[in-house]
């Protein structure tokens, strides 16, 4: 029998309606949402520790992870095109702040 490597994590999902108070705490934008294949994350706070990209899937599997180093405002282009239509779920960290955003890709 073959066993598969498989890694889950915990994904706290947050709603993504933006408020003027939210927008002070948010650390990073998603768009175009729905979409096809690619989204920009626009990270809208700068820090002095790396951030990191993780995306998951609606069973809390890790899809893929990318470090973004330490910048300020930074764009970053995702490329979802080769997933499956669905939910997941884009999670940025940075050093023990964190925030998930939902994604539709379809």
Do not use: M
Not at 7 to 31: G, I, K, M, P, W
Not at 36 to 57: C, D, E, I, P
């Amino acid at each position: 029998s073959q066993c598969a490597d498989t890694t889950y994590s915990a994904v706290e999902v947050v709603d993504n309606t933006v408020s003027a108070a939210s927008v002070e705490r948010q650390l990073f934008e998603v768009y175009p949402n729905p979409t096809h294949g690619w989204v920009n994350l626009h990270l809208v706070r700068s820090y002095n520790s790396a951030a990191q990209l993780t995306v998951f899937n609606p069973l809390g599997e890790i899809i893929s992870q990318l470090d973004l180093g330490v910048d300020n405002e930074i764009l970053v282009p995702v490329d979802l095109k080769d997933l499956a239509a669905g939910v997941y779920y884009l999670q940025v960290q940075y050093g023990d702040q964190q925030e998930v955003q939902k994604v539709i890709k379809r």
